[in-house]
Each structure stands twice: as C-alpha cells, then as structure tokens.
C-alpha cells in the first residue's frame, strides 16, 4: 500500500507559481498514491513561471468558493512571488489556509508560500523557514525563522527555494500521511 492512499491533497495556486514548486511536489504526493487537487481563485488555467519567465499552464480542478478544508487531508502551498502576494489579497483563500490549521491538518509551504501563513495568522509561536525575503515578516508575526533545508513543527512543513525540494516532498508526505498537527495554532 501506497503512503498516501485514500488521502485527498489540496495544492493552492494562482498565475504566477513558481512551476517546480507546484510539480515536484504534485508528483512527490500523487506518486506517495494520494489524490491531489488544484485550487485556485478561479476557473481555468494558471501560468507557472520559472523566476519571471512564464512556463506551462495547469488546469484548475476547483475554486476557493467551491472548497473546504474538511473535504482534504493536507494542504501544500508552493511559492513564486506573484502567486502567494496574489493569493494572500483573497479573504476565503486565506480562510481556507486557516482552516488546516483550525482542523489541526498538515501544511506544507515552500519559498514564498509562508506569506499565505503569516496573513492567515498561523505561525506565531511556530518554527519556519522561508525564501530570505520573506523572514522578517514571518519573524513580524510571531514565528521563530531559521535558514534551514526543510522545517517541521507540528504538521507544518517549510522549506526555503527549489533547491529544498527533494527534503520538502519527503517531508511533505511524511506529514501527510501521519496526518495532523499535534497542536492547534495560536
């Protein structure tokens, strides 16, 4: 049996992913047998991106207002500038990062995807790490940064750039699979 199987994965996404950032994961989770599905603001397509040069389109599966966090049993949040300041603008994208947390579910953010943490006010008291230019505002709303590969506290998983990616998605699954956090955020 497959780590994942019978497990459900939310991959929240807008124009503007960092697109290795989307794939490597969606390939790491759905390989690990879980169903994966891309949400997003809209119906449609979203443009990955590789830094600013725009790359493939990916096929959206749902919208925010058509989700809920209870229909998954993670979340993974892929970065790209554009992506999480776009995403972090929309109140039920937000919620819906809020909620896994609330529902004490994994989350699994890489590069610029911890934005989407600090507007949803999760990580205070938290363990994070983050594309550099990202730290002060995470450390502005309560977190603990540390420059590390990859960064687990309790069901949320964080990882720096691309580079993470091979620690992030091994992390990422295991998470998955266990589950839950072990404690609600503040």
């Known amino acids: 049996m497959k780590k994942l199987q019978d497990k459900k994965i939310a991959f929240l996404a807008t124009d503007g ?22 949400i997003s603001l809209e119906e449609g397509e979203i443009q990955g991106v590789e830094h600013d040069e725009k790359k493939d389109k990916f096929e959206v599966d749902q919208t925010v207002d058509e989700v809920s966090a209870s229909d998954y049993d993670g979340l993974v949040l892929p970065g790209g500038v554009f992506n999480p300041d776009t995403l972090r603008t929309n109140e039920k994208a937000v919620q819906f990062v809020r909620d896994f947390f609330q529902q004490h579910k994994p989350v699994a953010a890489v590069c610029h995807g911890p934005w ?7 990580v205070k008291g938290r363990t994070v790490t983050s594309w550099p230019s990202v730290k002060t505002d995470l450390i502005n709303a309560g977190a603990n940064w540390v420059d590390d590969e990859c960064v687990c506290d309790d069901g949320l998983v964080t990882s720096r750039n691309p580079d993470d990616l091979p620690a992030f998605c091994d992390k990422a699954v295991e998470e998955f699979a266990e589950g839950k956090h072990l404690r609600q955020a503040a």
């Open 17 to 38: 992913v960092e697109q290795v950032e989307l794939t490597k994961p969606w390939q790491a989770v759905n390989e690990a047998g879980a169903d994966v599905e891309l």
């Open 116 to 122: 989407l943490l600090v507007e949803a006010d999760v």
